[in-house]
């Protein structure tokens, strides 16, 4: 049973102008697995994976139904891509199952998060 659908869209160039703006931006957002994941790229590709989990652990948090803030942090949720580059869910608060997806264009990435619940 669905217990939550999330979905973000983000603009890559504000996610990128807020990590060269901000110095620990970087490491607000993403947890230290994914930090070592996000450090094997480079160039626009860094810039679309930083984004990609920024859109990502917004759609979560919509899906859980807080938001991002005080009951849900960046780092409450860790998603990293799998062999084939597909984003897995190996961290959050939810009991539940997590489905994850992303995808980008030149300028945006856009996400989506379904939560299932463990009963059938």
């Keep these: 049973m669905i217990k939550g659908i999330g979905i973000d869209i983000t603009e890559i160039e504000r996610v990128k102008k807020a990590a060269t703006a901000h ?3 970087i490491q607000h957002v993403l ?8 450090s094997q790229f480079s160039g626009q590709r860094s810039v679309e994976y930083l984004a990609g989990r920024w859109s990502l652990k917004e759609s979560f948090a919509k ?4 938001g991002i803030g005080a009951k849900l942090g960046f780092h409450d949720i860790e ?3 799998n062999q ?3 984003p897995i869910v190996i961290k959050s608060p939810y009991n539940g199952n997590a489905h ?6 030149a300028a945006l990435v856009m996400t989506e998060v379904i939560l299932e619940s463990e009963n059938k």
């Design 23 to 25: 110095s620990q931006f």
């Design 31 to 38: 947890t230290p697995t994914e930090l070592e994941q996000y």
């Design 63 to 66: 899906a859980y139904g807080t």
């Design 79 to 81: 998603i990293i891509d």
């Design 84 to 86: 084939y580059g597909a």
């Design 100 to 105: 994850a997806s992303v995808s980008h264009t």
